[in-house]
C-alpha cells in the first residue's frame, strides 16, 4: 500500500511516526482489536510485550491479505509511561524487527490497567488493504 503521507509545516517534523496517512480510493478497512504479548506463564517485560503485541497485529493484517505497509495508524496504550520511556531503545529495536522503517499515524496513551492484569501494553490499528489482494479465504 502507498499512501500519502501527510505532515503539515506548522506541526514540525515528526520522529518515528507521520501525522497523517491518506488512503487511495477503492481500498478496504481494517480495523485490528487490541493485542497484547501476553501468553501463558510469566509476562515479558514492557518491551518483549510490545514486539509481541505488534507481532500479533501484523498477524491479523496479513491475515487479511495485508501487509505490514498497509497500516496507516497505530493505537498505544500503556500501563506505566515512565517504564516506556526508560525502555525507548529496547521497544525500538522490537518496532524495527516487525514494522522495519514503516511509520504509520500514532498515538500514545497511558492507561491505569489493562483487562489482562499481565499486561503492560496493547496496540490497536487500522490497516487499508488494496482491493488487489483478497484475504485468503475471505467471503467478502
Avoid at 17 to 44: D, H, K, S, T, Y
Avoid at 72 to 84: F, P
Wanted: net charge negative; proline share 7%; charged share 20%.
Amino acid at each position: 500500500m502507498t499512501y500519502e503521507i501527510v505532515n503539515p509545516e506548522a506541526l514540525g517534523r515528526p520522529r518515528g511516526w507521520n501525522n497523517g496517512m491518506l488512503a487511495p480510493e477503492g481500498c478496504r478497512v481494517l480495523f485490528v482489536a487490541g493485542q497484547i504479548g501476553v501468553g501463558e506463564g510469566p509476562a515479558p517485560d514492557l518491551a518483549a510485550q510490545f514486539g509481541a503485541a505488534l507481532a500479533n497485529v501484523a498477524r491479523v493484517v496479513r491475515g487479511a491479505g495485508g501487509a505490514v505497509a498497509d497500516v496507516g495508524r497505530l493505537t498505544i496504550y500503556v500501563t506505566d509511561m515512565e517504564a516506556y520511556r526508560g525502555s525507548r531503545a529496547e521497544i525500538g529495536a522490537e518496532y524495527r524487527s516487525v514494522f522495519g522503517k514503516h511509520f504509520p499515524a500514532m498515538s500514545l496513551v497511558a492507561v491505569t490497567e489493562l483487562v489482562d492484569p499481565r499486561a503492560v501494553v496493547e496496540i490497536e490499528a487500522t490497516a487499508v488493504i488494496p482491493q488487489a489482494r483478497p484475504a485468503p479465504g475471505s467471503t467478502v
